[in-house]
């Protein structure tokens, strides 16, 4: 995260703002396009072979594929009540470089993807597909996810009856996301699932750094070994034994095993840790 701080000082100001009306006006034309002129959209597609031979405008035409079904009905709902408040809302969150970052990360695992299984399969799958199975579908999902991982507890309307945390949808939409690649792998198709994982290769990096992995660390391990020792041995060694009112962090001292020691808590430590007068200055600060 300290990475993504540093890009946004520094390139912070090239963001797009409302970046999802954008996307939800390509996803507009590109539904347009699906039924006045299914050709031109091929022309748009993410296909390698072409673009290796020129068609470099596919890199970025390809978003304006729109994602999910094709019926107007399910479209103008996914895209009303779906994707655009969840974007906005995550835009609002992060900030706009953040969702920038987040989406266009997505888009370019994407591409990336799409030019690995191009130089794996010697390109016999643009021929086949023209470059169809790379769409916008999991990006868009994973707006979906990340929402849900920023409001676990919102509750949204199921088919607009059913209230249920967005917690469990994201867990079920997981589900069918493993199941899906696990069920292409076991079928022979693996190539089927590279751009799930490429399309999504957003999502995890974001979970990943939002993750506490500093309790991993082995040197906090330790402190926090050395810290339960020693509020053991301070029970134990306490005149009088029974609840105290104050306990350092480090040495595990209290008011009872010196009245004169003072004790004030940190206001840099991440958490309620109280340090006495000798380590109050001297220790190592829990972030």
């Given amino acids: ?15 797009i703002p409302n970046l999802t009306t954008y996307i939800i006006i390509c996803y507009v034309v590109g ?38 079904s094709s019926n107007i009905f399910f479209f103008v709902i996914s895209i009303l009540f779906f994707y655009y408040p ?25 591409i990336l993807g799409a030019f690995l299984l191009y130089f794996l399969t010697g390109g016999v799958l643009d021929a086949l597909f023209g470059g169809s199975i790379f769409s916008t579908y999991y990006i868009s999902l994973s707006i979906f996810l990340a929402y849900a991982m920023s409001y676990p507890d919102m509750r949204i309307l199921l088919w607009f009856v059913i ?29 089927m699932a590279v751009p799930i994982v490429a399309s999504l290769l957003n999502f995890v990096l974001f979970y990943i ?3 506490d992995l500093y309790r991993y660390n082995p040197k ?22 029974g609840i105290t009112k104050h306990k350092c962090a480090i040495c595990g001292r209290t ?6 020691l003072e004790f004030r808590f940190c206001s840099r430590c991440n958490g309620n ?3 006495c007068q000798d380590h109050l200055f001297t220790h190592e600060h829990v972030k």
């Avoid at 995260?1 to 963001?15: D, H, Q, S, T, V």
């Avoid at 290796?52 to 405008?57: A, E, K, P, S, T």
């Avoid at 953040?98 to 888009?107: D, E, K, T």
């Avoid at 391990?221 to 060694?237: D, G, T, Y």
Wanted: charged share 20%.
């Fill in 86 to 110: 969840l974007g906005t809302s995550l835009e609002r969150t992060w900030g706009s470089f953040r969702y920038n970052l987040y989406i266009f990360s997505g888009m370019l695992f994407t």
């Fill in 209 to 211: 750094g939002t993750r």
């Fill in 220 to 241: 906090e391990i330790k402190r926090k070994q050395e810290f339960k020792k020693a509020m053991a041995q301070s029970r134990v060694n306490s005149p009088g034994g």
């Fill in 255 to 260: 008011e009872k095993d010196d009245p004169s």
């Fill in 163 to 191: 209230p249920i945390k967005m917690r469990w949808m994201a867990y079920v939409y997981g589900a069918i996301i493993l199941y899906q690649i696990i069920s292409y792998v076991r079928m022979g198709a693996w190539f």
């Fill in 31 to 68: 539904y347009i396009l699906m039924y006045m002129a299914p050709g031109l959209l091929r022309w748009l597609s993410l296909d390698v072979s072409q673009i290796l031979r020129g068609q470099v405008w596919r890199l970025v035409t390809w978003v304006i594929s729109p994602p999910g």
């Fill in 1 to 15: 995260m300290k990475f993504i701080n540093k890009l946004e000082r520094k390139f912070g100001r090239y963001a």
């Fill in 273 to 275: 840790y109280e340090y």
